[in-house]
Nanobody, 121 residues
């Protein structure tokens, strides 16, 4: 029901900022909680941030709290991840996901292909 395409990744210096976008298609986009995940080689994919379907509640991994902000614009079928004060350990492929129970389970039902963020020191 939902197709997701991430964009906005790229190289950035430590301390810099990036804004990731995830464009979605599907008539039920606004009904899904959304999340941003990231993965590095050899490690499991981990959730970074999540947002409820109405955007009223957000949650963040401790490692990004205070630096990253997730938001959504249901009118544009887009979810964003604003990343500030980036650190080298933030380097990963970032994925957006939609899932009925994502906010609770931290698992998505639909996934994008990912966008690479590389933070250099």
């Amino acid at each position: 029901q939902v197709q997701l395409v991430e964009s906005g990744g790229g190289p950035v210096q430590a301390g810099g900022s990036l804004r990731l976008s995830c464009a979605a298609s599907g008539r039920t986009f606004s009904s899904y909680p959304l999340g941003w995940f990231r993965q590095v080689p050899g490690k499991e994919r981990e959730i970074v941030a999540a947002i409820t379907s109405n955007g009223r509640i957000t949650r963040y991994a401790d490692s990004v709290k205070g630096r990253f902000t997730i938001s959504r614009d249901n009118a544009k079928n887009t979810v964003y991840l604003q990343m500030n004060s980036l650190k080298p350990e933030d380097t990963a492929v970032y994925y957006c996901a939609a899932g009925t129970n994502l906010f609770v389970t931290r698992v998505g039902d639909y996934w994008g292909k990912g966008t690479l963020v590389t933070v250099s020191s």
